[in-house]
């Protein structure tokens, strides 16, 4: 009798330690499962390769911050606060507000400019002869109202003109700067487009090459309102022909005398942030999913 007993207790033991080891294995998996937060399982990075980009920030004089430095934006305390990862949406967050501006600019800027040689600072471009292709995917994340309640505006992409270091020396300009071909603007939640027209179609090489040559046009807005949600740019560039499509559906297409006198010109990309605005208090807040250039 006792024996029997004896063997009750060691089987209810046994028993016992069974259960407490099986309780312990579910608990362990249990914070296992909860030491890798939903933040991480979900992060998210912009497909942007920014090997062939500077950046210019409204600090300095202004500050450029040119590849391999760019590169590890993520941990680079000068530009942590003007460029940053959105881990969430997998973007890069471009932020600017009035600060430094450059020689030929009231406005400040968070704004990236094409490097086709890194190399060369910028001394390689190209023409429309030679054809290029950007693509954007973007949002404007957020940005200040002026005194009239209405949102501020922000130039999102250019292509900007450049004289080759003959052409400024033929001129006598004090630099190679040259105006911009085309500005993209996210102007109260549209997108609206600018470009250049020539003042005189009879200019002769020499003054096409002067900034004041060149005058505004009127403009084209996208009737699809983007507001505050992604949206998709392109920007097709060939010889004699400019076209900037919106989400793969509108488009506007320059290909007059103006941009075939255009052709004297080299030109490079540029895409990020660049207010227009001087107010003390305006911001913006631009983000880039995803961003290509192409040349053939």
Not at 245 to 256: A, F, I, Q, R, T
Request: aromatic share 12%; charged share 25%.
């Amino acid at each position: 009798m006792l024996k029997a007993v004896k063997n009750i207790v060691f089987m209810l033991f046994g028993l016992f330690i069974a259960i407490t080891v099986l309780s312990c294995q579910d608990s362990s998996n249990d914070i296992l499962e909860t030491e890798t937060p939903e933040e991480e399982q979900n992060y998210l990075l912009p497909d942007i390769d920014l090997s062939h980009w500077k950046v210019t920030l409204p600090i300095g004089n202004p500050t450029e911050v040119l590849p391999p430095e760019i590169l590890n934006y993520a941990t680079n305390e000068t530009l942590k606060p003007f460029m940053y990862n959105d881990s969430i949406e997998g973007a890069i967050v471009f932020y600017t507000y009035p600060g430094a501006s450059t020689a030929n600019s009231s406005y400040s800027r968070t704004e990236l400019r094409e490097l086709m040689n890194p190399a060369d600072y910028g001394k390689t471009n190209w023409t429309f002869a030679e054809g290029g292709y950007m693509k954007g995917t973007l949002a404007m994340a957020d940005i200040s109202t002026n005194d009239s309640g209405n949102y501020d505006r922000a130039i999102i992409m250019q292509i900007h003109g450049r004289l080759t270091d003959e052409q400024r020396d033929l001129i006598g300009a004090k630099d190679n700067n040259a105006p911009p071909i085309l500005k993209i603007y996210w102007t109260f939640g549209n997108v609206r487009v600018k470009t250049k027209v020539l003042k005189n179609l009879d200019a002769s090489y020499e003054e096409l090459l002067q900034t004041d040559a060149w005058g505004d046009d009127e403009g084209f807005t996208f009737s699809e309102s983007v507001g505050f949600d992604k949206f998709t740019l392109e920007v097709k560039v060939s010889d004699g022909r400019m076209e900037v499509v919106l989400n793969g559906k509108e488009s506007v297409v320059y290909d007059d005398i103006h941009i075939e006198k255009w052709s004297v010109f080299e030109n490079y990309f540029k895409a990020g942030n660049y207010l227009v605005s001087l107010d003390e208090n305006a911001y913006s807040k631009v983000k880039y999913f995803e961003l290509e250039v192409k040349h053939d």
